[in-house]
């Protein structure tokens, strides 16, 4: 990702990627102390616009993650959502972008992880960004293992909250996964079923039935799974079955794919080296990735609501 590039909206202003610091003395600095959302943005060639896909849900999402987190803030939903169509607007972006949304616990002085109250410690926002492009994966698949680490846990650290700190996790199994030639992993919860990937939440295919763990697996409450769970269920005229997801379930499933802001629907190709189906990627996987496109390129009249243009 190529985001050192382009401006930056740091606490209310538009600045130059180096003039975009935070203080060591901060608690995001040291401890990762911050929640955040991942969002694109879709070019529409043909109307000349930049769109801001589901914009409120992840508005939404992130005060939820705050709510969780006790951070009392100055930022209101308003005040964001403008920052946001401000930081793409000073980029003069014309293509598909993606950008963070950060808002992170300051300069607490001695309070250490105690100090959340708006009179001990301050708060900032910030966000950055640009194109990511992945179409290797979304047009050949991804090969993943399953991580001998564990998801972390509601009682623990709860992964419904996406925090920074949270991605410690992520990246212990993300590095064992690429360290033994993997593309990215699948990680199991304390129980054994299966949570998320390190940066999406999977759904698999068996005898034509979509199937993807529950909100309460230890997972993101990912906003594109509720999507695509919508999809599936309007064009295929069927529910989508969640709940638990045994380990060997995936090595005899037909299809599986991650799904999520960053990767789209991205299909996994082999899990643990055994082929998923064909070890290819399978017709429901393709048809998701198309209607997700369309809908986020304002081609699904059903969906031009989740569009918040940028221009
Ligand atoms: C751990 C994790 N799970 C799932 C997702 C997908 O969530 P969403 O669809 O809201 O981007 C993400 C990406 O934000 C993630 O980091």
């Known amino acids: 990702m190529s985001e050192k590039k382009y401006k930056v909206w740091l606490n209310g202003k538009v600045v130059r990627p180096e003039e975009a610091s935070v203080s060591v003395f901060t608690q995001t600095a040291m401890r990762g102390a911050n929640v955040y959302e991942g969002i694109r943005c879709y070019w529409d060639a043909d109307a000349r616009?930049?769109?801001?896909?589901?914009?409120?849900?992840?508005?939404?999402?992130?005060?939820?993650?705050?709510?969780?987190?006790?951070?009392?803030?100055?930022?209101?939903?308003?005040?964001?959502?403008q920052g946001a169509l401000d930081w793409a607007r000073a980029n003069e972006f014309r293509e598909d972008v993606h950008f963070r949304l950060v808002v992170y616990l300051g300069d607490g002085g001695s309070g250490g992880v105690r100090a959340f109250k708006a009179d001990e410690i301050d708060f900032g926002a910030v966000i950055f960004g640009g194109p990511r492009r992945h179409q290797h994966a979304l047009d050949h698949g991804l090969h993943v293992a399953v991580s001998s680490w564990r998801r972390i846990s509601d009682d623990v650290m709860p992964a419904r909250v996406k925090a920074g700190a949270n991605y410690q996790n992520n990246r212990l199994a993300a590095m064992e996964a690429r360290t033994n030639g993997y593309d990215d992993a699948l990680i199991l919860n304390r129980d054994g079923s299966l949570a998320e990937a390190t940066g999406a939440a999977v759904m698999m295919v068996r005898e034509g039935q979509l199937i993807t763990p529950p909100v309460t697996a230890g997972i993101l409450e990912s906003i594109t799974r509720k999507f695509v769970i919508?999809?599936?269920?309007?064009?295929?005229?069927?529910?989508?079955?969640?709940?638990?997801?045994?380990?060997?379930?995936?090595?005899?499933?037909?299809?599986?794919?991650?799904?999520?802001?960053?990767?789209?629907?991205?299909?996994?190709?082999?899990?643990?080296?055994?082929?998923?189906?064909?070890?290819?990627?399978?017709?429901?996987?393709?048809?998701?990735?198309?209607?997700?496109?369309?809908?986020a390129r304002g081609k699904d009249p059903a969906y031009r609501k989740e569009l918040t243009p940028v221009y």
């Open 230 to 295: 919508g999809l599936y269920e309007k064009y295929h005229n069927m529910r989508v079955e969640q709940r638990n997801v045994d380990r060997t379930e995936l090595y005899i499933a037909d299809e599986i794919f991650c799904c999520g802001t960053a990767e789209e629907v991205t299909p996994i190709v082999s899990v643990d080296r055994i082929a998923v189906g064909s070890g290819k990627p399978g017709p429901i996987t393709r048809r998701l990735q198309e209607l997700l496109e369309a809908a």
């Open 49 to 81: 616009q930049l769109n801001v896909w589901k914009l409120d849900q992840h508005i939404d999402r992130l005060f939820q993650s705050m709510k969780i987190m006790r951070m009392e803030t100055q930022f209101t939903k308003d005040s964001l959502k």
